[in-house]
């Protein structure tokens, strides 16, 4: 343990105040670079968390997104019988998460979500994959899409610089203002 060993405590806390001093020197804060981070960490990562308000609070599960669209609206597919179709029908507000433990990068989208199920959108949202789940396809009842629509995003990417004061303790945070999105 660190606590019982004072030469590796030492090292633990300069590797920690060298990585801090590398990312402070790279820090970049414009509302085009968060966004920039943020799409580059949503495209590279294959799932993505989404977390709706059930009856007992919070409840998260993993999905496997679309790629976001260019105002980030991100589509999701799943049954219209779920859990999270129930929830979202009851509060339709939501949470998206990132995480790229590789690139030190964290992305995390407030919003809200739209239960889409006419035939024309459960085609464009569906992966041929999604035939191991949903056996009649988009054009079965057990398929709708869900289209989540941020109205705030909050990114944390070391390794591309967005790395607020104080260093580690908040995200950059975008709120979408008159159709753009604006660093708070």
Same mark, same amino acid.
């Given at each position: ?38 799409? *580059? ?27 976001? *669209? ?10 219209? #019988? ?11 507000? #939501? ?8 690139? #030190? ?52 990417? #070391? ?26």
């Amino acid at each position: 343990m660190l606590r019982d060993n004072p030469f590796l405590t030492r090292i633990v806390k300069a590797l920690a105040a060298a990585f801090r001093r590398r990312s402070r020197g790279k820090h970049v804060e414009t509302a085009e670079a968060a966004l920039q981070a943020a799409r *580059r960490t949503m495209m590279r990562k294959k799932y993505c968390l989404l977390t709706t308000m059930g009856a007992d609070g919070p409840s998260a599960r993993v999905l496997q997104p679309f790629p976001p *669209r260019d105002d980030f609206a991100v589509w999701l597919g799943t049954s219209p #019988a779920s859990r999270k179709v129930a929830e979202l029908r009851a509060d339709d507000r #939501a949470t998206l998460v990132y995480q790229d433990d590789a690139r #030190a990068a964290c992305v995390s989208l407030v919003g809200r979500v739209r239960i889409l199920d006419s035939v024309e959108v459960r085609r464009k949202g569906f992966m041929p994959m999604w035939w191991a789940f949903f056996p009649e396809g988009p054009e079965g009842d057990d398929f709708v899409v869900l289209c989540f629509e941020p109205h705030r995003i909050e990114v944390w990417d #070391a390794s591309r610089g967005i790395t607020p004061e104080p260093f580690g303790l908040r995200s950059a945070e975008l709120t979408r203002e008159t159709g753009r999105w604006v660093l708070a």
